[in-house]
Every structure is written in structure tokens, then in C-alpha cells.
Nanobody
Framework: QVHLVESGGGLVQAGGSLRLSCAAS????????MGWYRQAPGKQRELVAL???????NYADSVKGRFTISRDNAKNSVYLQMNSLKPEDTAVYYC?????????WGQGTQVTVSS
């Protein structure tokens, strides 16, 4: 069982920056992809960014050029640097990881961008 804990959310003005962190703990075999999803009120959860254990990345079109995902395999951690934030980035951000074919989710961290 993998446990994911996020940190780094908060309130920021439009144009500002935040950095999200997520650390995996528990019984870990071999974590594959890690990433971030988000869910705004009244909307479905959507992919923000994914990164493989080898460092390949995939971003939602809406965040390309503004967000950067990275990971530290030794620490089983993933990070999301968010720059030039917009009000439409406001959502609960969830950390994601896959370990031996099982998907795991964090509890979510709120990101609010004021205009």
C-alpha cells in the first residue's frame, strides 16, 4: 500500500507561482509514472502533468510553458512548479502514482488563484 502526501498549495495572485510537492511512503515496490491531476468545482478531474521514472513528461495543453513537473526517484517524490498562474488554474490538485499496476492518489491540496 502506497501513501501519497501533498504539500505546497495555497492562495496566490494571478501571475504568481506555487510549488507542489508529493512524497510517497509505505510499501513501495517500483513506482512507475507519477503526476498531478486537478479538479475544479463542477468539473471532472483532469490531467495536469505526468512524468515517467525515466523522466519523460506529458502536460495538459493549458499548462504547457507555465508548469514544470519533476521527480526524485531516490525520494519517491514528485514536484510541480507552477508559474504565471491564472484564475482558471484554481482547483484541488491531486498527486498520482502507479506502483505495480495499482493507481494511488493523494488527499488533494487546494490551489486558489485570485484575479
Amino acid at each position: 500500500q502506497v501513501h501519497l502526501v501533498e504539500s505546497g498549495g495555497g492562495l496566490v495572485q494571478a501571475g504568481g507561482s506555487l510549488r507542489l510537492s508529493c512524497a510517497a511512503s509505505g510499501i513501495i515496490f517500483r513506482i512507475g509514472p507519477m503526476g498531478w491531476y486537478r479538479q475544479a468545482p463542477g468539473k471532472q478531474r483532469e490531467l495536469v502533468a505526468l512524468i515517467t521514472s525515466g523522466g519523460s513528461t506529458n502536460y495538459a495543453d493549458s499548462v504547457k510553458g507555465r508548469f514544470t513537473i519533476s521527480r526524485d526517484n531516490a525520494k519517491n517524490s514528485v514536484y510541480l512548479q507552477m508559474n504565471s498562474l491564472k484564475p482558471e488554474d484554481t482547483a484541488v490538485y491531486y498527486c498520482y502514482a502507479r506502483d505495480l499496476g495499482t493507481d494511488y492518489w493523494g488527499q488533494g491540496t487546494q490551489v486558489t488563484v485570485s484575479s
